[in-house]
């Protein structure tokens, strides 16, 4: 009940910016615009109203082990065309509600909110082309602190970092490379210890959810990330045009 509640919450907000744009490029942006204006299938479906791979397509990662156990943080929102990260931050008095997108990646959208338990979350989405496609970008291979990345899902750093401040020196920093997507939020709030758990789609451990503690000069936070396996990059391939 709480994953339903944490992507309703999600879309709810979404959709909240979206009016409040009032159609402007600030809200959630249509499918065709989020798949450069061609979001038909290469191949089709065999008959019409059947769906296809795409459209059958679960991608759900929930997080194992922990506070955290069995939080839904990663999903595929099919009707725009994009990958949800959703980044649990505990009850954190120093996370204000924000939402915005960020300019150099149009299409990249966030937000922050609570459950009714108090409990702060980040969400991202981030439009499947970019994670598809990549960028020709310095590869960020250290947290805001210095250290570096923590375990990455694929296996490869990404290729773009973009750092976005908030209020109450909260900083949220965005990684998104080919076939990778990570997420870091920096805060007063110090998770005293690094821990490490794997995010599981079934028996498949597709990213992983960590916690970064403080250090001299730099705050401490929650980084997530995941990859896209070759057999879900496939179907998206196929399902868009880019």
Do not use: W
Request: net charge neutral; proline share 7%; with cysteine.
């Amino acid at each position: 009940m709480l994953q339903k509640n944490i992507i309703k919450n999600f879309a709810v907000g979404c959709a909240l910016i979206s009016l409040l744009a009032c159609g402007s490029k600030g809200g959630f942006e249509s499918q065709s615009t989020l798949t450069g204006g061609n979001n038909s299938s290469s191949t089709g479906s065999p008959n019409p109203g059947t769906p296809d791979a795409y459209q059958m397509l679960q991608y759900k990662g929930l997080i194992s082990g922990g506070n955290n156990d069995g939080t839904l943080v990663v999903d595929i929102d099919k009707a725009n065309g994009a990958i949800l990260l959703i980044l649990p931050l505990q009850i954190n008095p120093y996370i204000d509600s924000v939402e915005g997108e960020i300019p150099d990646l149009p299409g990249v959208k966030f937000m922050t909110y609570k459950d009714d338990k108090g409990v702060s979350y980040f969400a991202v989405s981030v439009p499947l082309r970019y994670i598809r496609k990549g960028a020709s970008f310095l590869n960020p291979a250290r947290l805001p602190n210095g250290d570096a990345l923590p375990q990455i899902a694929s296996g490869e750093l990404p290729s773009l970092a973009v750092a976005i401040p908030g209020k109450k020196n909260v900083k949220f920093n965005f990684y998104i490379g080919v076939n990778v997507v990570g997420v870091y939020v920096s805060s007063p709030y110090d998770p005293y210890i690094a821990l490490h758990f794997p995010i599981r789609k079934g028996l498949e451990t597709i990213g992983y959810f960590h916690t970064v503690p403080a250090k001299s000069g730099f705050d401490g936070g929650f980084f997530l990330n995941t990859q896209m396996p070759d057999s879900v990059a496939a179907i998206i391939d196929d399902h868009f045009r880019f």
